[in-house]
């Protein structure tokens, strides 16, 4: 899978952020996406045809694998990487409308049209709420599908084909549970950055209303 796109759009959000959301966009480029590219895609790439059973009854590897993985890991790790990213176009595509609304009216209507101001700032708080809620989601998933955050040595399974508790084994699980505590603890981190900011721009927007409230009172 090429992932181009989801860098191009972390280098196009990296100009309208804060600071805060500066490191965010690292933790998710740095720590997540090249992390996932050189690394963690390989590990799972053949998960399935290294899952064994200690027995060879037609069936009953692939019906043991689909109920203990029923989504692979690295694939669920990939579509989170994309749904959190994308809240971020939200920005993008505001700021794009303001440049475009300038060059329609042929004059300067906005002091900077990347400025978190007005309805800019409406739109990165949604955004930052959106990519909050979409971490958490992806947590209790990841949580719910695979009953905690660890991966066993060992599994019994005793699902129709298999004729009786069969003894299955995942490989390599040391290796993929350093992994998925890295892509938990990740998550976690940017959910910290991301409420981080969120409490950041709200606390600089009410001091902001409050001095020019206070301003007009004394004048």
């Not at 480029?29 to 790439?45: G, P, S």
């Not at 900077?112 to 409406?122: F, S, T």
């Not at 950041?200 to 209303?209: G, M, P, Q």
Request: aromatic fraction near 14%.
């Amino acid at each position: 899978m090429s992932w181009a796109f989801l860098r191009d759009l972390l280098s196009g959000v990296n100009k309208y952020s804060t600071g805060i959301g500066r490191i965010w966009v690292a933790v998710v480029f740095m720590f997540r996406l090249l992390v996932y590219v050189a690394a963690a895609e390989n590990i799972w790439k053949h998960e399935h045809d290294e899952f064994e059973c200690n027995i060879k009854q037609p069936g009953c590897e692939n019906v043991c694998f689909d109920h203990f993985f029923p989504v692979s890991h690295i694939r669920l790790w990939a579509l989170q990487l994309i749904m959190v990213s994308t809240p971020s176009l939200l920005v993008v595509f505001h700021v794009a409308y303001r440049e475009n609304r300038e060059k329609q009216h042929n004059q300067k209507l906005y002091r900077n049209p990347g400025k978190i101001d007005g309805g800019l700032l409406c739109t990165y708080l949604i955004s930052l709420i959106l990519k909050t809620g979409l971490e958490i989601v992806f947590l209790v998933l990841f949580y719910k599908l695979y009953n905690g955050f660890k991966i066993p040595r060992l599994v019994k399974c005793d699902i129709k084909p298999c004729p009786n508790i069969v003894d299955c084994y995942i490989s390599k699980p040391t290796e993929k549970m350093i992994f998925l505590y890295f892509l938990v603890a990740t998550s976690c981190l940017c959910i910290v950055l991301n409420l981080s900011e969120l409490s950041y721009l709200i606390f600089k927007y009410s001091i902001k209303r409050y001095l020019k409230r206070h301003m007009k009172k004394q004048q």
